[in-house]
């Protein structure tokens, strides 16, 4: 008796793995009638986020030397931005600071070079920019625009709705021109990007340049934020 419960259990064993590798030798036919597409929204919206970097770089024979120059001009440009300073609207941070050595043809080291970078960042332009003005151990090396986080966030939304209604209308659309009553979504995905910067109008400028309440000559321009959405819908 105990002999044949063993024999039903193996042979069930046996049809079961025998099933499985049927299963997965078995043809999974393709889908039918999938249709795949994609649609963007893009919205231009005025940059309100401005970045500016103010620079010194300093050289001598003492590395040290060298450091404590760069230390001296960066604690007096801080001291000036801090007085400023307000989130969100001016953020005031150290950028880079580095030393390397000079070398001669020989390979010598005959000298030693430093940057010390400040950045300026914020909403409030005017502020930004008389804070830079004030500052006169640094001058002005980079002036970057962009989008706040907020502004952002604002402009994806709607970008994102706009290229949602113009993927489901080129569905409908394409749906009818293939003969079918409509559609159902399969999947989809959304990702959005800059489009990239209207360039802005910009002056070269130094910082010495300016008398105390003088504001670095700036301009911001216009960038476009697109919104990608692509994905399959099944005709029906």
Known sequence: MKRTITLIAACAAWAGLAG?????????????????LSANGTVEVQQDLLSMTLVTTRDGTDAGSVQ?????????????????????????RTGNFSLSPRYTREGKINGWQGT???????????RIAQTAGRITTLTVGNVGFGLS?????????????????????????LSKNFGFAGYTLREVSV???????????????SAKSFSADAQVPIEAGKTSVVVNVSGSVQLK
């Open 20 to 36: 499985a590798a049927m299963a997965q030798n078995a043809v999974v036919a393709p889908p039918q009638n999938v249709l795949q």
């Open 68 to 92: 404590a120059q760069l230390k001296t001009a960066l604690d007096a440009a801080l001291t000036e931005a801090r007085k400023n300073a307000q989130a969100g609207q001016l953020d005031v």
């Open 116 to 126: 010390a970078e400040l950045v300026l960042e914020g909403r409030d332009f005017p």
């Open 149 to 173: 986080r907020e502004q952002r966030a604002k402009t994806e939304t709607e970008a994102q709705t706009l290229a949602i209604d113009a993927f489901k209308q080129k569905a409908i659309e």
């Open 191 to 205: 990702n959005a990007n800059d489009g990239g910067p209207i360039r802005p109008r910009m002056m070269a400028a």
